[in-house]
């Protein structure tokens, strides 16, 4: 069987891309943005940086803001219809995944108005065409929704998230500016650098990994293990690095899949609005050491990633705690809650163990799992 990678076809890196936005509009012919971005980006003047980029070059837009933190089934179906008002032929996403996601909802539906039920396009859709054209500039380093073909959208009725992955979602152009994100404060610079993490390590160990997203895997882990600190610090290196360690985890996991600390994430986000990364960080530890017997040597070369010297002289079991404790280390380090204590209610284990075994992420996890044994990962975190 072939493996297939999907990436954008440009991409820009390094403080400032956000002012080869325009250049990229008028090669392509682009009349009118429809742009995407909170509430928050907007309100504290992030959003701004890119707008003036667009006022600047005359080019006439259309802002977008009924987005929440874990984007809804609402929020798409409104967006569809402000964009069909606009006169939009291209979308702009401004902000972390919720923008992202909401936006790659939106082209999707507008270029495949046969998925106008937002929940269609759950799982691995059989849409027909390419979505409207999306620019995607990050302003957290962490989902790396512009370089995936997946999107999370909350069905509030139900209190689920769905995974909707398509290659045809993919945006055309990323802008990834370190500037765009230095306004983060310092615990969402954590949440969503444990997420970029979580990306890494499950991308690496996932059922799909090979050769070629093991390099991006590894090396990803190497650069957020260096720099998540100095970035929760608000250094510009820091800033910089996890900026391109978030990216290079998206190139890789995109392609081969997550598993189960994704999958029983997302029942957090949907049931309680918790932080995405913060709920893969307090995960993700634990999960590791559940999954340590199905992944090989694996773990000594995210120990060595993570900055653990003398593995070679280690054995199974200690490379294994060793990969496991440094994780843990820089979660700590970073002010990553330990436990689910302040956020699960025992009551809600059968639900949310039900609703991540069902979660898209879950088959590709290296360890057959069950709902009794996802149950009893949620009690020890408790």
Known sequence: MANRFVLNETSYHGAGAI?????????????????????DLVKFGVTKKVLDVLEGAGLPYELYS??????????VQTGVEAYKKSGADYLIAIGGGSSMDTAKAIGMIINNPDFADVRSLEGVAPTTNKSVPIFAVPTTAGTA????????????????KMVCVDPKDIPVVAFVDSEMMASMPKGL????GMDALTHAIEGYITAGAWELSDMFHLKAIEIIARSLRGAVDNTPEGREDMALGQYVAGMGFSNVGLGIVHSMAHPLGALYDTPHGVANAIILPTVMEY???????????????????????MTQEEYRKAAVDAVKKLSEDVG?????KEI?????IPFLAQSAYDDACRPGNPRETSVEEITQLYKSLL
């Open 189 to 192: 610079t954590a949440a969503t």
């Open 291 to 313: 999954n340590a017997q199905a992944t090989g040597d694996k773990y000594k070369y995210i120990a060595q990633a993570m900055g653990v010297t003398g593995t070679e002289s």
């Open 19 to 39: 002012q080869e936005i325009a250049a990229e509009a008028k090669g392509r012919g682009f009349q009118k943005a429809f742009v995407c971005s909170d509430p």
């Open 145 to 160: 929704a512009e370089v995936t073909i997946n999107y999370v959208i909350t069905d509030a009725e139900k209190n689920r």
């Open 66 to 75: 009924n987005i929440k933190p874990n984007p809804t089934i609402e929020n």
């Open 336 to 340: 990553i809650p330990k436990d689910l």
């Open 344 to 348: 699960v209610k025992e009551e809600d």
